[in-house]
């Protein structure tokens, strides 16, 4: 990266300062706008803090979602999970609005655990080591509370026998060089990285061909995974199915900065099976935009915009808006320091992850009902 | 092709008079030299013809495969059928051979049905049509004799969670750039073409897999499908596996000319399926080594050599050796007219197929022995 303006967003490399204002048209995505929103609301009842924060930014094709759903046509979801470690709280966006669309819209989710590519992307990864990732992620998932009856989970090479038809028709349409301009792979990528995309597709249309019929699909993510859909978008009408529409998430930034991004360096993010201690550690040693000394701090006021604690309670921690904003204007103004800030937010994802861990051993003993194998 | 001399040999595209001395080299195949010979008949009793005429006429680690068994380390086998079509005579010459070699070492056969590779590789034709292919193609490989105990036929898409989680094992040695200096595949080769090679390495080492210990595997094949394994070789040390050994065969000359290849136009070449009048019609139009009229062929004798009457019998339907050379010597004399010689061939393959026909007809039943599925 040659300046601080640069940043990097592959599905492989997420890397700098992301500029979202910049990757909508870059990536040629629509931004949610308040309108869409308005009547996203109106099928809804009430809006995600997600939403109303634009931690969902963009979209494709969500009106047209919206179109189908107001005629009577129902909509499935369809999202994913790359199981090269453990889960941390920036991957809980997407699965959890994946819950909350689910809900709303009562609607079936295929959730794709996408074993090979980590094995084919990770020179160090064994399909061995991956597999133990994908069980430990898949408690996870579960652990969100989707309705068993409604969400299928399922790894690749477990469900390869039904998803490889497909994807040799997706691979058929696809040549080399669309690879290389979508993702930059190139001479040297290995051939298994080079076919990957084709079975990330298949999960766009799974529904419509179970069914018979073609059947609208959603994909809640988080905006890295948008390259392989404008793949799956070019080539779906050209197999008679309809294009996905996509709603796509921010990240989460690092406990270290903004700039930087978590899920390599462990300290930098709050794993799902961190213990108390892991959790007041990592917070205490956040990176804050806080002075260097109480009296300056009361004085002068800190800076939430560059504040790694704040944005953790913008992302996923503090759900009430007023309060949200009370405690920007409370560290803005010197009021709150970042001792008890950092305190606070300790507090609540301590509280979060008792729960989810709770949930997390007891999906142990209801896997089976969501996992989908051939 | 610049001129005569020019020849293609690829998994994809045979064309023009193939110069097997020529590829020897530019394959870096061994030949099968009359020592090697001698040494697998003392291990087999005797010689199929194949050997004898060196129908195959080349190998790699042959000798290898002969020492391990010696020390009494058996082999397996595995050959495989791209279904995108009828079978014709020129595709049973490997499977005759397979055959033969099971009987002779008591060797386990793995048959692999690449519905996949076709799919990929042919714009025109549908997995549903070529799901027809594979089970017309199955009956006539049940039809040619193999133990149902000791063989197993498998098409990629009905086997695919076995051969995935191997496949992109492979895949993950494999980058685009030997890919193209293999098979000449390209920037605007589809995505499934360019990874399918990974999934037709797999078979040379599915047994060890399944036993769990390296068992050596003999691959007889028409010498096309090399290049694949020489990916093959260079990737299975890689992932802890012996090198597959090769055994290579020819190609069965068209109806039309020495220089025609056979798969595409109908009236070249005799289907399995083809009835009493078809193949008199076409051995009555093959291309001969015959003179314009009955005068001069009596007064000058014909040329075998180029004559693909003789070029059937010697590579297929006439087994007595000293017939054959009688048969050759009477062309060559004047004493054979074509007619004579294209009736005699003529009776021979008739016989033929309509024992083929009767085993392919009762394979219908058991075809459920032989196949392998997830």
Redo the contacts between chains.
Sequence with gaps: MSNENEFIVTPWEVKGKIDYERLIKDFGLQPLTNELLKRLEKNTGELHFFLKRKIFFAHRDLDWILDEYEKGNSFYLYTGRGPSGSTHIGHLIPWVFAKWLQEKFNAKLYFQITD?EK??FK?ELT?EEIKEFSYENILDIIAIGFDPNKTKIFMD??Y??TL??E???V???????T??AVFG????????E??F??LQSVPAFIESIKQGKNIPCLIPLAVDQDPHFRITRDVAPKLGFYKPAIIHSKFLPSLAGLDKMSSSAPQSCIFTIDKEEDVKKKIWNAFTGGRGNIEDQRKYGGNPDICTIYYYLYYFFEHDEKSLKEQYENCKSGRLLCGEHKMYLTKLIIDFLKNHQRNREKARNIIDKFILR?
Excluded at 185 to 192: D, Q, R, T, V
């Design positions: 090979d094995f084919l020179p399909l090479t477990e390869i026998k490889y038809k994807a040799i028709k691979a058929k349409k696809i040549t080399f060089s690879i290389k792979l190139n001479e040297s990528s290995n051939i298994g080079i076919f995309t084709s051939d």
